[in-house]
């Protein structure tokens, strides 16, 4: 595993001529890496097509030929406003990554992908683990059964750093251990922790990808996954602008609203309640469950249609 | 839907500078249409990766920076010998092909593929339908129940050029006759045949299409999509040379001994028997299946294990 | 190919012990068909789950054992309203389908299920061609490129009718004349048209299902598969009638707006425009688009958020 | 996470009538579990169709009604015998499992199934850690970079048994000090080994299944992993007993000649060589490639067709 920090950018710039589509904005981000957490990296090594290959992949459907540039903006935005995500599978991204394990883990569930992972089985692990900044060391969450609340106090923080120091440190030492007497590898490294680094080529389509986008820079995601989902939105938002802003406008940024909250909004036209007020009127459109009400109260607000 | 035959490379060869791997086997396909059939086509119009980018994915599992592309080919074929097949879904491929549609309805059975296809509720079908050749028109075979056997007679081959004709001629009258009252396309279509071609965006990585190919070039498949699968068979060689060959000596060449077969050849080392002998000391073997017994017989006749 | 009507149900209903998980809902559609079209159906052939193996999915996530089953509802709404639909994928629908090969085609691209299809190629195709009732001839949509509109007149529908069964005959006739001759059923059958019935086994879990549901109850799905569509959904309604109710609040009656509308709603808080107004100081929101800021409208419209 | 032993049997054994075909070899495993290693176990908790529900999904393409039982066994044996393998999808089974986490990234990389997962962030992981008995405490392989070799000394056993449950206790001592501190769970649980156990529900299509069968039960898996696919076979061989013996006479018992082994022994018709002669003979058909010739002497050896 690549132990050292990787270089700024890890090809010379010469290139070589191809007769494939290109995307400007996909060469300047490839083989440059953008760090991640503390050990971890992600750059792009390949890819395939643009924002007009879609537009494209769409105009076949559609019986068309090839149409002036300009008009591809209006198409990418009517495919993803429709649902129409086919066209964007004719867009495939190839990264690189070095990330911990339990990070990998929760990366691996996206299964529409290719995967080629570092083997522990074939070759020596790194002593590289994952240690959190003292800003992330937070509680849990009284809110969400699986997120962070506060920050924990600075002895605490102190503690932990200690106590996961030593872990990572025994679990390293007893690896070197069982390595030294010639124990099989795929054996000797059951030890070492889920902090660990691993690394992969992940390959995948832009309509997927958009799908991982989607949940894993969800503030719900959780941070150190999401770091990455940071990472890689980055290039591709450079690699397919057209297509990444309409995945913002109709997908990331959007509201969806269900089928009790339009039948509240229908019955109360133009009516501006309280958030006190709002939560208590809608309680009783969902059963009186206290958690969607309080996403509707939320989602009015977002839309400014609750009384200051 | 293009009408005319295609040029003989559709684009100019100027290409641009890309850092991305290059195949310069795939370069040279690029855009460069295959006809088949009497209307239909293939051409490569986008592509990712190379014979190295399956080495590379391979070597990051294995731990290993790039070697020497000297050891590629060992690799590729240690590979492939042991069904690590991972590695070659990181090469990509992505074709513009034209095709009736009931070869458009065998090929799309491949489910891990990308694919955008004209749509005839948008748009206007074309006068196009696919006429078998003379040589094409063989009797039922009688040992194969999904296939072709002899050739038909003269007579009877005119007679058939005579009726499909008529059928599509009356089929495209039709669908005329109900664009012209405005009927709408969706439904208008529903005359015509599956002889009608369609086209569509095919993707697909490389692991997949072996896949396809395994099937698609078989002497099972349907002469008709074979064709298509020959065709692009043509360019993957060129793109992928290595992982082609290994492809070749491994699965499509290679050949696979049942159970059963093995333990019969275990009983009788070395002895050769005729064609008839081996045929009736096997049959027990497998319950009396004669099918099964003369396949058998078949395998040990490309061994060279029948007496003369 | 069954030619007949099927019997109101095809087993009879002694049925056997099991220790699975039983859905009542869907025992009471095992082997019953719907008719669809003139001579198509569709019945539910097995399932695995219901509404609990959801429930019960999910909380192995959650770390819990099973809970009361009156808190499946909760969990269920949950799961869909925050897109966790990996425990719906627990549940397993098989379904067997006959259906014009039109429909088919639009069927087969959803290709996460599994589909065992009748073979033209091992056997005699039968003489059953969808005609479209009167009802169902429709212009070609003046707003909807691949929808229908207004009726034909009475005159031009017995036109469609007289030209769709004139080119079924003559399609039929030269099938039979090929066959007689002898000629490959592979061949024999390219001049049949995409109107002709065909049948498969169909297998899909219930959350590619609902994404079924979700593209093709959809009023711009076309008419023919949506007969399927809807029969379907009749029967897993029963089946998993939690899981179908929280489809529809969440996903087939909700609306999504997208960020361009939640940025217009929250600019004018409270501020009732008529529709026209709403249109023209929506446009400048979306480039001028308007078919965009039609479908804003109409959102509003649903909202009640316009002046009468 | 359930932290005591299972019972022998977990559900009471009534059962309730269903229309659905039924395996009476698979209704005997359901909710019975198989214990994996120290801690682990796998239960079948659902299923879908039988040997039957294959050959009737082969006999739609067929265009066959359901036949004699008493042919199913010719039916699926040619099925796999010529890669039809897509009837075997419409059989599905669900199984209960609980595996060291190392264990489950192995087997998560089968991207073909359904998967929810207990999730350390949700909840708190329970005190479990895979410990080796001294009969798999193995040295690294000489021949082999992924597997295992001759045993350990005793005393090594012991510092291996050591150092490992240092490293576990280490581990579980500082969890508990994290959450203790209240740390979020997500973090709290990075220190934990990936020998800690975990549990899943796993569903999967009989096709799949086999495919995962193929490479987990094959002697280069990791033991660990074996175990479980060993497990979850006995279960399938009595559920769909036709269809796992056909795997076994075509594909687990199967042997593949590869091109240049063909093209070999064609050339040598009942020759029979030492193995040394035969090594050495071979040797430049696989460009002086040893391992590749080791393989095609152990073949030959199989067949019984070298000389003693």
Request: net charge neutral; charged share 25%; aromatic share 10%.
């Amino acid at each position: 595993m690549t132990k050292n920090a990787l270089p700024a950018r890890i090809v010379d710039e010469a290139g070589l001529t191809t007769l494939r589509p290109i995307s400007q904005g996909a060469e300047k981000w490839l083989f440059r890496p953008i760090t991640c957490l503390d050990h971890g990296f992600v750059y792009m090594c390949d890819y395939m097509g643009n924002d007009h290959s879609i537009v494209q992949a769409a105009n076949v459907s559609f019986g068309r030929g090839t149409k002036k540039v300009s008009e591809d903006d209006t198409l990418i935005r009517y495919l993803r406003r429709n649902m129409h995500t086919s066209p964007s599978e004719m867009v495939v991204f190839k990264f690189h990554c070095k990330m911990p394990i339990f990070v990998a883990r929760q990366w691996i569930r996206h299964r529409t992908a290719s995967v080629n992972e570092y083997s522990a089985r074939y070759s020596k692990m790194s002593n590289e683990f994952y240690m959190p900044p003292p800003d992330e060391l937070r509680r849990q969450s009284t809110m969400n059964k699986q997120g962070r609340g506060e920050l924990l106090t600075d002895d605490q923080c102190e503690q932990v750093a200690e106590i996961l120091g030593d872990t990572y440190r025994k679990a390293w030492d007893g690896y070197h251990s069982c390595l030294d007497m010639d124990l099989a590898r795929e054996l000797a490294r059951i030890g070492l922790s889920v902090a660990n680094y691993t690394e992969w080529y992940w390959k995948i389509d832009a309509h997927n990808l958009f799908h991982f986008f989607r949940l894993r820079l969800d503030p719900h995601a959780q941070k150190e996954i999401r770091v990455y989902a940071e990472a890689m939105a980055r290039m591709v938002k450079d690699a397919i602008p057209k297509a990444y802003r309409a995945l913002e406008m109709y997908t990331l940024n959007a509201m969806t609203l269900s089928e009790m909250e339009i039948a509240f909004i229908q019955k109360h036209p133009g009516v501006l309640m309280t958030e006190e007020e709002l939560f208590g009127a809608y309680l009783p459109s969902v059963d009186h469950n206290e958690r969607e009400a309080r996403e509707f109260v939320e989602k009015m607000k977002k839309l400014s249609l609750v009384k200051q």
